[in-house]
């Protein structure tokens, strides 16, 4: 059972800054790629950034620049830097984890596409 918990999230003024993150708990070996997703209000979920095990990092154009999503393997952590927020990045930010090396006894198999419950970002203009 492989569970990922979001932390971090609240209310902050346009121009202001938030550092999310996430932990992921179970018998972990290992995980591919982690990431951070958001859907805001009537739109659909979107990627925000990932980080591969190895640090190759891919951002959404509209956050480029702004923030900055690091990961931790020993800790199987990763962590969302957000500055120069605006109104529009107001959404529910969800973490993920995707191709995890799980052990289960003396062998292991690989899970896919697992998702945190979200919190929830608001950014007052």
């Known amino acids: 059972q492989v569970q990922l918990v979001e932390s971090g999230g609240g209310l902050v003024q346009a121009g202001g800054s938030l550092r999310l993150s996430c932990a992921a708990s179970g018998s972990i070996l290992s995980i591919n790629a982690m990431g951070w997703y958001r859907q805001a209000p009537g739109k659909q979920r979107e990627l925000v950034a990932t980080i591969t095990s190895g640090g190759t990092t891919n951002y959404a154009d509209s956050v480029m620049g702004r923030f900055t999503i690091s990961r931790d393997n020993a800790k199987n952590t990763v962590t969302l830097q957000m500055d120069s927020l605006k109104p529009e990045d107001t959404a529910v930010y969800y973490c993920?984890?995707?191709?995890?090396?799980?052990?289960?006894?003396?062998?292991?198999?690989?899970?896919?596409?697992?998702w945190g419950k979200g919190t929830l970002v608001t950014v007052s203009s």
């Open positions: 993920n984890a995707d191709l995890i090396d799980i052990e289960v006894g003396p062998t292991h198999y690989y899970g896919w596409d697992y």
